[in-house]
Nanobody, 118 residues
């Protein structure tokens, strides 16, 4: 069983920075994709939107809204993925969820709140 343990989010002013981390615990296969999704207040049906992902080979993908501001990275030996968030905006306020995909399985963290004040 895989467990994803996220760091605490927090409250930050607009323009500030924050780094999230997520450690995958349990039986972790080396080939997988890890990423971050977020659920903004008022999202219909509690929809989670992709923020960023990174493959085990190091390929990355970002939502257009965070390109140039957020950076995803990972440490394989620690089974940990990081999300560095710079130039935060109030619209980045959301619950951030860590995600790991090892086909055909998908795992989620419990979520961590990030609030950006204007």
């Amino acid at each position: 069983q895989v467990q994803l343990v996220e760091s605490e989010g927090g409250l930050v002013q607009a323009g500030g920075s924050l780094r999230l981390s997520c450690e995958a615990r349990g039986v972790i296969f080396s080939i997988n994709t890890m990423g971050w999704y977020r659920q903004a207040p008022g999202n219909p049906g509690n929809q989670r939107d992709l923020v960023a992902l990174i493959t085990s080979g190091g390929s990355t993908d970002y939502a257009d809204s965070v390109k140039g501001r957020f950076t995803i990275s990972r440490e394989h030996d620690k089974n940990t993925v990081y999300l560095r968030m710079n130039s935060l905006k109030p619209e980045d306020t959301a619950i951030y969820y860590c995600n790991l995909v090892r086909v055909p399985y998908t795992y989620w963290g419990r979520g961590t709140q990030v609030t950006v004040s204007s």
